[in-house]
């Protein structure tokens, strides 16, 4: 059975690229929201469009699938993105982030979930 370190990708660091490397370059600065990210993910991608989508501020934090910093794991010891740190509380789940930031951010529009379910 393969570990982390046997896997054959472990070496290889998931970069953005094109538009998403662009965007990624341009929320690297330190934010109270950080979300922790691999580009890839479409989990992450859901919770990412939000953030854009709204205009949020927050820092993104691409995260090594092979190699989970302990920043990450501090917060969601499963390791998985995506991961949002708020208050320094985390945050995981894609859908829970979403609902999170429609609640929390009410004045940045658009609107992305009805008012009434």
């Not at 094109?18 to 890839?40: N, R, Y």
């Not at 699938?65 to 509380?89: A, C, E, F, I, W």
């Amino acid at each position: 059975m393969a570990t982390k370190q046997d896997h054959p990708d472990s070496n290889l660091f998931p970069h953005a690229t094109g538009p998403a490397k662009a965007i990624v370059d341009a929320h690297q600065a330190e934010q109270p929201l950080k979300l922790f990210s691999s580009w890839f993910c479409p989990f992450v991608q859901r919770a990412w469009t939000v953030l854009e989508e709204k205009q949020i501020p927050y820092q993104y934090i691409e995260v090594n699938p092979y190699h989970k910093p302990d920043s990450l794991l501090k917060l969601n010891p499963r390791g998985l993105v995506p991961t949002l740190q708020y208050d320094n509380k985390p945050l995981y789940e894609s859908t829970v982030i979403c609902e999170f930031l429609e609640d929390v951010y009410p004045d940045h529009s658009p609107t992305l979930l009805p008012k009434d379910p």
